[in-house]
């Protein structure tokens, strides 16, 4: 079975801004964010009668900065980095028994399976970690009809460890 799948993805402001809040809310610092607004907002309805106006405006920004203002700053950033040349050609993944190919434009790279980091699958998009730094982004609705033979596919080439949520 040689079997190639390939998608074409040109990345929205949607897309990375979907990215950026999973990568900024998980792990450690996810918990802290979490914490850190729930126990904002326990103490602004618990403690409302006893706590001074200042120190409900105080509770009010606690509790935006990481539901309203994190959001807001990282969708401002993403939409500077959307119209960077680099999203705005579409790119190529192809996957088969091989690894990945990559191509945008006249760039072209090949990976083994055995280089790829990790793959996450994500509520609405598939992530592809190459190293700490590099990734590739499979948002769901690029997956279409192939989805479950791309999912198959990981499976049977990344180990339960280089994968998460497959």
């Known amino acids: 079975m ?5 998608f074409e993805i040109k990345l929205k402001t949607k897309d990375l801004w979907q990215f950026s809040m999973y990568h900024a809310n998980s ?15 326990v103490l602004l309805v618990f403690r409302w009668n006893v706590i001074t106006n200042g120190n409900r405006l105080l509770l009010v920004c606690c509790l935006m900065i990481f ?12 939409r500077k980095q959307a119209k960077l040349p680099m999203f705005q050609r579409p790119m190529y993944l192809t996957f088969d028994e091989k690894g990945l190919n990559v191509e945008q434009g006249e760039q072209k790279a090949e990976f083994a399976w055995e280089q ?3 793959m996450d699958k994500k509520p609405t998009m598939v992530v592809l970690y ?16 192939q989805e479950k033979v791309f999912y198959d596919l990981v499976k049977t080439h990344l180990p339960k460890e280089r994968r998460r949520g497959f």
Request: net charge positive; proline share 4%; charged share 15%.
């Open 2 to 6: 040689n079997e190639q799948i390939k």
């Open 27 to 41: 792990g450690t610092m996810g918990v802290f964010n979490l914490i850190f607004t729930v126990l904002a907002f």
């Open 67 to 78: 539901t309203v203002l994190q959001p807001l700053l990282l969708y401002n950033k993403v």
């Open 116 to 118: 790829m980091g990790r």
């Open 130 to 145: 190459m190293d700490r730094v590099h990734a590739y982004l499979l948002p769901k609705n690029v997956l279409g009809e």
